[in-house]
């Protein structure tokens, strides 16, 4: 007859080097969805801002086109959601006598880059 001296038992269970190297999977993998998510941030904030100067600017052409703001200003400051905006406005003569090529550019006040440019033909 055989006689069991020693407990024998299978524990189950994880090791602390793989508690360890699942810990350190998951930072990882966190860290990368954290940057991942900063990104889309700062472009849902930027296309907002494109969008934002496109509609100025589009408002802008239309008064010039209609004559409603009088005189022509090359540059102008709006405020428009809470934000100050400048446009700066270059006008060229085209190869049609009596067409004007206008060139607009919007861009937050103080801003480094354009945050649009918009380009259409004026007539007399």
């Known amino acids: 007859m055989y006689l069991k001296t020693k407990k024998q038992?299978?524990?189950q269970g994880f090791t602390l080097i793989e508690v360890m190297v699942a810990v350190l999977i998951v930072a990882v993998a966190l860290a990368g969805l954290s940057q991942t998510l900063a990104v889309m941030s700062h472009q849902q904030s930027s296309l907002a801002e494109?969008?934002?100067?496109t509609w100025l600017g589009q408002n802008r052409l239309i008064e010039l086109?209609?004559?409603?703001?009088g005189e022509v200003e090359k540059t102008t400051e709006s405020e428009m959601l809470g934000l100050v905006w400048q446009t700066q406005l270059e006008m060229e003569?085209?190869?049609?006598?009596g067409m004007m090529r206008a060139s607009l550019e919007v861009r937050l006040k103080d801003g480094k880059h354009p945050?649009?440019?918009?380009v259409t033909v004026l007539g007399e």
């Open 9 to 11: 038992s299978n524990q």
């Open 50 to 53: 494109r969008v934002y100067a």
């Open 65 to 69: 086109q209609y004559g409603l703001g």
């Open 93 to 97: 003569s085209t190869a049609i006598p």
């Open 115 to 118: 945050a649009t440019r918009l």
